[in-house]
């Protein structure tokens, strides 16, 4: 359908919600028609068209009261915007992001009219997938901001809680906010703990510690591991980069720089917790050779965030990388 039959077609539709002598506006039918004239166009691979027909449908659904259509109609448009923004990229060094940032708008009405429905899940759900697409976009600061908010409205699911932690995290990392990720590393594990001890007090010694010796199997024992080893890293980058800030970690640091093996890290393997301790004793001491060594013995037990982390760490230091 070419620019011309589209217009043609929308007004035509937009015709027919024209007041008239004895007659009200049948915005029903309307919405129908709208959201025919959207599946066409969206198969036609015109997805801004499509979105403008889906946003005319949702004011029709809202005009009849009908808000819980509304706000999935507004989630289809934003949904189409913005893989009309994906679709401008691939062909296009620079674009405006109208696309985008309508799809944002859209998102965010719909969020909205969830919250006042009583549907909390669908907000938190779109809120997710919200911060997953401005992560896609490049738009890391507000993704943090949006993963912090559906974590805050989880309130009954821990593990998808520590799962929007973490991703929250990924982008900090990303943006080298050191001190806001090591807030959302300590937040993961009081989450952790809280799961299996309400009551337990995480504000002294070693919260990694007491995470790992609750969770003792399944999901959570690895989020107790994957939370410690990034904490290690990022001590250190915030040893370089805000001192003051290295301080919340000081449990840890001390566990990992003592010369005894006590306290036992439940959590951990042996061969982990060696390679973990001769990084930190070889960061601790600035010798480079032993870091590019320790570097190379417990790289490969890293996640992806985690060699991205350790990588920025040892730039800071200004040692090689070899791994």
Same mark, same amino acid.
């Not at 024209?18 to 007659?23: D, H, I, L, T, V």
């Given at each position: 359908m070419e620019?011309?039959?589209?217009?043609?077609?929308y007004r035509?539709? &937009?015709?027919?919600?024209?007041k008239r +002598?004895?007659?009200?506006?049948?915005h029903?039918?309307?919405?129908?028609?709208? $959201?025919?004239?959207?599946? !066409?166009?969206?198969?036609?691979?015109?997805?801004?068209y499509?979105?403008?027909?889906?946003l005319?449908?949702?004011?029709c659904?809202?005009?009849?009261?009908q808000?819980? @259509?509304?706000?999935?109609?507004?989630v @289809?448009?934003? &949904?189409l915007?913005f893989?009309?923004?994906?679709?401008?990229?691939?062909h296009l060094?620079v674009?405006?992001?109208?696309?985008?940032?309508?799809?944002v708008?859209?998102?965010?009405?719909?969020i !909205?009219?969830? *919250?006042q429905?009583?549907?909390?899940a669908?907000?938190?759900t779109l809120?997710i997938?919200?911060?997953?697409?401005?992560k896609i976009?490049?738009?890391?600061?507000?993704?943090?901001?949006?993963?912090?908010?559906?974590?805050?409205?989880?309130?009954?699911?821990?593990?998808?809680?520590i !799962?929007?932690? +973490?991703?929250?995290?990924?982008?900090?990392?990303?943006?080298?906010w050191?001190r806001?990720?090591?807030?959302s590393?300590?937040?993961?594990?009081?989450?952790?703990?809280?799961? +299996?001890?309400?009551n337990?007090?995480?504000?002294?010694?070693?919260?990694?510690l007491?995470?790992?010796?609750?969770?003792?199997?399944?999901a959570?024992r690895?989020?107790?591991?994957?939370?410690?080893v990034?904490?290690?890293?990022?001590?250190?980058?915030l040893?370089?980069?805000?001192?003051?800030q290295?301080t919340?970690?000081?449990?840890?640091?001390?566990?990992?720089?003592?010369?005894?093996?006590?306290?036992?890290?439940q $959590?951990?393997?042996?061969n982990?917790?060696l &390679?973990?301790? $001769?990084l930190?004793?070889a960061?601790?001491?600035?010798?480079a050779?032993? *870091? &590019?060594q320790? !570097?190379?013995?417990?790289y490969?037990r890293?996640n992806?965030?985690q060699?991205?982390?350790? $990588?920025?760490?040892?730039v800071?230091k200004?040692?090689d990388?070899?791994a």
């Amino acid at each position: 359908m070419e620019a011309p039959d589209f217009y043609e077609s929308y007004r035509a539709i &937009q015709g027919r919600l024209k007041k008239r +002598f004895m007659r009200r506006p049948n915005h029903g039918e309307a919405a129908l028609s709208f $959201h025919e004239l959207q599946g !066409q166009l969206a198969e036609e691979g015109k997805n801004s068209y499509a979105a403008f027909c889906a946003l005319a449908a949702a004011r029709c659904e809202a005009a009849v009261k009908q808000h819980d @259509k509304e706000a999935d109609t507004l989630v @289809k448009a934003g &949904q189409l915007m913005f893989t009309a923004e994906a679709a401008d990229r691939a062909h296009l060094t620079v674009t405006d992001e109208s696309d985008y940032q309508d799809g944002v708008n859209c998102y965010l009405l719909a969020i !909205q009219l969830y *919250i006042q429905l009583g549907l909390a899940a669908y907000a938190t759900t779109l809120c997710i997938e919200l911060a997953h697409v401005m992560k896609i976009f490049s738009h890391l600061e507000d993704a943090v901001r949006y993963y912090l908010k559906a974590s805050d409205m989880l309130t009954e699911s821990p593990l998808m809680t520590i !799962q929007c932690l +973490f991703d929250a995290l990924e982008c900090e990392l990303r943006l080298k906010w050191y001190r806001r990720a090591a807030n959302s590393v300590v937040h993961i594990v009081h989450t952790v703990v809280s799961m +299996f001890d309400s009551n337990a007090s995480t504000e002294d010694g070693d919260p990694f510690l007491l995470a790992g010796r609750l969770a003792t199997y399944g999901a959570a024992r690895q989020v107790a591991i994957d939370a410690e080893v990034t904490a290690l890293l990022l001590m250190f980058c915030l040893h370089l980069t805000d001192p003051d800030q290295a301080t919340i970690f000081r449990g840890l640091r001390l566990r990992y720089t003592s010369l005894s093996m006590s306290p036992i890290a439940q $959590h951990l393997d042996v061969n982990l917790e060696l &390679q973990l301790r $001769h990084l930190v004793m070889a960061l601790a001491e600035d010798d480079a050779e032993s *870091i &590019q060594q320790a !570097q190379l013995d417990v790289y490969p037990r890293l996640n992806a965030m985690q060699r991205d982390l350790l $990588h920025e760490l040892l730039v800071l230091k200004g040692i090689d990388q070899l791994a």
